[in-house]
């Protein structure tokens, strides 16, 4: 009786799972300093591209946010300069004190054509008298399309990079996936077994690449899209402003 109670005994605790870590644990960084140059040098170089577009994310938000608050301010001192002149009616003193007041919207795109435009009315004016031509007109149009397409690119600036990372950090991902995957099958073959010690870590290798491409890439190109119906939006402003300032130089100033 006492020897098989003893024989019972040892068979439960040979049966009882015992509580400690895996020795094979795959942690995500452990495996990333333990893979192999090359994917190590994907991760770098997706990580730089993350970080770099992080960068440009809140650079424009900043750059566009402000842009849009001063330019609708503009908008408000172009349109409602007249009233502390008690008129309406647009004449030369009232396009100085629009000029004046430039500084306090300094970093608008809208403030920026505008002073393209008035120097080159200023210039006309003062070279062809009071009343200029159909050539001094397109001047002022061309001083302030010029104007405009330089504020564009300035506003696109550094946001090409974000669609590039978001169109190349997959693949960048992709192929340090299939260079884990193919060094996974190197060691299969290099020790003759297919058991999932051998295989798991080169598998979760490659698959953290493509983590980190995705981690990249999806950002990016919301951001992207965001930031083009940003500059969109302020460019569409900029081309009525346009119209509009060509309307009262036409009427007011210059005739054909």
């Not at 405009?148 to 946001?159: K, R």
Request: aromatic content about 8%; proline content about 4%; glycine content about 6%.
């Amino acid at each position: 009786m006492d020897r098989l109670m003893f024989v019972n005994l040892v068979t439960l605790q040979s049966a009882t799972p015992v509580n400690r870590a895996p020795a094979n644990h795959l942690d995500p960084w452990q495996l990333i300093m333990e893979a192999s140059p090359t994917v190590k040098l994907v991760l770098v170089v997706l990580v730089m591209m993350s970080l770099i577009c992080w960068f440009i994310i809140g650079a424009k938000l900043f750059r566009l946010g402000r842009a849009t608050r001063q330019s609708n301010k503009f908008l408000d001192i172009f349109w409602e300069s007249g009233r502390s002149h008690g008129s309406s009616a647009w004449n030369s003193e009232r396009l100085e004190s629009i000029y004046a007041q430039l500084a306090k919207v300094n970093t608008s795109p809208l403030a920026k054509v505008f002073h393209a435009g008035y120097v080159e009315l200023a210039r006309v004016l003062g070279s062809a008298g009071a009343r200029g031509g159909a050539a001094e007109m397109d001047n002022v149009e061309r001083a302030l399309r010029r104007a405009s397409i330089n504020e564009v690119t300035i506003l696109e600036t550094m946001v090409p990079f974000l669609a590039t990372t978001g169109s190349t950090a997959p693949f960048v991902g992709l192929f340090g996936t299939v260079w884990g995957i193919m060094n996974s099958f190197i060691e299969i073959g290099g020790q003759k077994s297919a058991s999932l010690d051998v295989v798991a870590p080169g598998i979760a290798e490659a698959l953290i690449a493509t983590a980190v491409g995705l981690v990249a890439a999806i950002p990016a190109v919301m951001a992207y899209n965001y930031f083009l119906r940003r500059i969109h939006v302020l460019q569409t402003e900029m081309d009525a402003f346009q119209s509009d300032y060509l309307n009262i130089v036409r009427r007011h100033f210059l005739v054909h």
